[in-house]
T-cell receptor, first 114, second 114 residues
Framework: AQSVTQPDIHITVSEGASLELRCNYSYGATPYLFWYVQSPGQGLQLLLK??????LVQGIKGFEAEFKRSQSSFNLRKPSVHWSDAAEYFC????????????FGDGTTLTVKP | ETGVTQTPRHLVMGMTNKKSLKCEQHLGHNAMYWYKQSAKKPLELMFV???????ENNSVPSRFSPECPNSSHLFLHLHTLQPEDSALYLC?????????????FGPGTRLTVL
């Protein structure tokens, strides 16, 4: 079975600083990987996803993520954080069985300092 | 309305009550999902429907009863709940039941069981 680990429960960055959120997955084959963002009182919104091909994936809101098979990682990055990026971020993995069963990490809460 | 809507947004119920959560998607999707999001726990998939047929019941207690009368509507019927069932219940939909399809989430129903 697949699993996801987000090592950082909470991260604080200053507005304008760069951001990297870590995600490590466990799965035997090539996984399908996702990053979602959840603002307070809202549902989850997909930022980006990776299935195959170019290992650097561009998403919405200026986010990108890089799939590194050798490190079993799919870290999310943004070069310059805005105050509106403060939210909770979830990494998820799916096995590609088309059963609709994505496994989510525990999430990382991002605080942005002015 | 657009996207995925959920009603009510907040619900407080006693352990002997019966209530229902409603989800409606306006995206023409064929797959719908119920998730439970508890504090300090990862997002848990509860039920998956594809073309109004349940394809996944993720070991959910029988006090939760889903219903999908058509591809646009999904209900979660609740009865004799426990305080530990207090959580945010999220509905999502996707075009088809494919891991490559983006899941679109509603804002959730915040449930408190007294």
């Amino acid at each position: 079975a697949q699993s996801v680990t987000q090592p950082d429960i909470h991260i604080t960055v200053s507005e304008g600083a760069s951001l990297e959120l870590r995600c490590n997955y466990s799965y035997g084959a090539t996984p399908y990987l996702f990053w979602y963002v959840q603002s307070p009182g809202q549902g989850l919104q997909l930022l980006l996803k990776y299935f195959s091909g170019d290992t650097l994936v561009q998403g919405i809101k200026g986010f990108e993520a890089e799939f590194k098979r050798s490190q079993s990682s799919f870290n999310l990055r943004k070069p310059s954080v805005h105050w509106s990026d403060a939210a909770e971020y979830f990494c998820a993995v799916a096995a590609g069985t088309n059963a609709g069963k994505s496994t989510f990490g525990d999430g990382t809460t991002l605080t942005v300092k002015p | 309305e657009t996207g995925v809507t959920q009603t009510p947004r907040h619900l407080v119920m006693g352990m002997t009550n019966k209530k229902s959560l409603k989800c409606e998607q306006h995206l023409g999707h064929n797959a719908m999902y119920w998730y439970k999001q508890s504090a300090k726990k990862p997002l848990e998939l509860m039920f998956v429907y594809s073309l109004e047929e349940r394809v996944e019941n993720n070991s959910v207690p029988s006090r939760f009863s889903p219903e999908c009368p058509n591809s646009s509507h999904l209900f979660l019927h609740l009865h004799t709940l426990q305080p530990e069932d207090s959580a945010l219940y999220l509905c999502a939909s996707s075009q088809e039941l494919r891991d490559t399809d983006t899941q679109y989430f509603g804002p959730g129903t915040r449930l408190t069981v007294l």
